[in-house]
């Protein structure tokens, strides 16, 4: 099965240690630059139904402004209480200066 990659945009328009989000397909996405390294994660707290776009970022860490969780960008994993379960994350590429979101499933 080929993976579902969508283009969502130039690496270069994403600064270091800043993310962006993005739709794709009705859901949405952060991806984040922590130096030269693109991460994805579905923009939505595992703890309540809110978005993690309106939270900030720490080296590869987001947190989430409504209770103070932070999640690993790379692992989804939460790193503090009281979120308890994992955010999803997933594939980003870059090729030729262009970002490639995989949207197939989970990473």
């Known amino acids: 099965m080929e993976k579902q990659l969508t283009d969502i945009g130039a690496a ?9 989000t ?18 994805a994660v579905e923009d939505n707290c595992s ?9 900030c970022l720490d080296g590869a860490y987001i947190k989430c402004s409504l209770h103070g969780s932070w999640f690993s960008l790379e692992s989804g994993e939460p790193q ?8 999803a994350t997933f594939r980003v590429l870059e090729r030729d200066g262009r ?8 990473a």
């Open 12 to 20: 270069a328009d994403i600064d270091p240690g800043k993310f962006t």
């Open 22 to 39: 993005v739709t794709v397909g009705g859901r949405g996405y952060i991806v984040a630059r922590v130096e030269d390294r693109f991460y």
């Open 47 to 55: 703890h309540e139904d809110y978005p993690l776009s309106y939270g």
């Open 80 to 87: 503090e209480p009281p979120a308890d379960e994992p955010i």
């Open 99 to 106: 970002l490639l979101l995989d949207t197939s499933q989970p």
